[in-house]
Each structure stands twice: as structure tokens, then as C-alpha cells.
Nanobody
């Protein structure tokens, strides 16, 4: 069983920054983050492969930065935060198959 443990998140004012981190219990091919706002579907925010290839949703391009500092740890730097970024952020890992693993979710609230 693969486990993903998230950290970071919290309350921040508009324009502020947060950093989310996620560590898997084993090496993972692709890791990233989804988010789910109240009453909305879970959507992909960003992902990064073990080779460093990245993808960003249009809504966060230029503001969020995803990175990996090990084959099992991923970070998401959230800059210039907006109220519409408020959501529960879920870390995920994907192995070939595909097989998906999920973190427990961490709340990000952007409010003055």
C-alpha cells in the first residue's frame, strides 16, 4: 500500500503565498495536485513526472510552481493567491497502469 502525506496549507490573504508538500512512501512516476472547491468537481492543478516534465492548469499558470526534490516528494508553491484558489488540495501519485494514489487533502483558504 502506497501512502501520501501532505503538509502545508492554511489561511492566507489575497496576494499571499503558501507552499504545499507531499511525500510518498515509495518512488512514484508522476506526482501532482488536484483541488476541489465546495460544490465543484476535483480538477487537476499541476503535475510533474519523474523526468521533470510539468503541466499546469490555465487557472494557475504563472502563479503556481510544482517541483520535485526526490523521486517521492513533490512541492507546490502557490503565489499571488486569489480567493478563487480556495479549495481542498489533494496530492496524488500515478504509477504506470495507471494506478493512482491519493493524499488526505489539505485546506487552502484565501481570504482577507
Amino acid at each position: 500500500q502506497v501512502h501520501l502525506v501532505e503538509s502545508g496549507g492554511g489561511l492566507v490573504q489575497p496576494g499571499g503565498s503558501l507552499r504545499l508538500s507531499c511525500t510518498a512512501s515509495t518512488n512514484i512516476f508522476s506526482m501532482g495536485w488536484y483541488r476541489q472547491a465546495p460544490g465543484k468537481e476535483r480538477v487537476l492543478v499541476a503535475r510533474i513526472t519523474s523526468g521533470g516534465t510539468t503541466y499546469y492548469a490555465d487557472a494557475v499558470k504563472g502563479r503556481f510552481i510544482i517541483s520535485r526534490d526526490a523521486s517521492n516528494t513533490v512541492h507546490l508553491q502557490l503565489n499571488s493567491l486569489k480567493p478563487e484558489d480556495t479549495a481542498v488540495y489533494f496530492c496524488y501519485g500515478r504509477q504506470p497502469g495507471p494506478v493512482y494514489y491519493w493524499g488526505q487533502g489539505t485546506q487552502v483558504t484565501v481570504s482577507s
